[in-house]
């Protein structure tokens, strides 16, 4: 008995420690790996790749957050598809990040904040 609820301290420990990781990203998804490359490309040479970044989302995604710049708000581990949530936990912020594909086409990410 006494070992069940040491295992259930650690899983509620281990469950805390998870829901304490968020992060904040926006992406730009797009259908192929070319056309992520090129805007990659784009929003690097710019000037202020942070807006560029923004007006490409605006421009090109297919996904709703576009109209948003991207954003996709602040979310944790677990809440996006694993190929995705691999970037967003372990990547550079403020660095344009992918192509990542995913089963929605392939993105650009940008991670603007993370909690760890």
Do not use: W, Y
Request: contains cysteine; proline residues 4%; glycine residues 8%.
């Amino acid at each position: 008995m006494q070992s069940r609820a040491l295992i259930l301290v650690v899983l509620a420990a281990i469950a805390s420690i998870a829901a304490a990781r968020s992060a904040a990203a926006s992406h730009i998804l797009v259908a192929s790996e070319t056309q992520c490359n090129e805007l990659k490309t784009s929003i690097g040479a710019a000037a202020d790749p942070v807006a560029a970044f923004a007006e490409a989302a605006k421009e090109h995604s297919t996904c709703p957050s576009g109209k948003q710049g991207g954003s996709l708000g602040t979310f944790g581990p677990g809440q996006m598809v694993p190929e995705f949530d691999k970037v967003v936990f372990s990547g550079e912020l403020n660095t344009v990040l992918g192509p990542v594909k995913t089963q929605f086409g392939h993105h650009l990410i940008l991670i603007t904040e993370r909690t760890d």
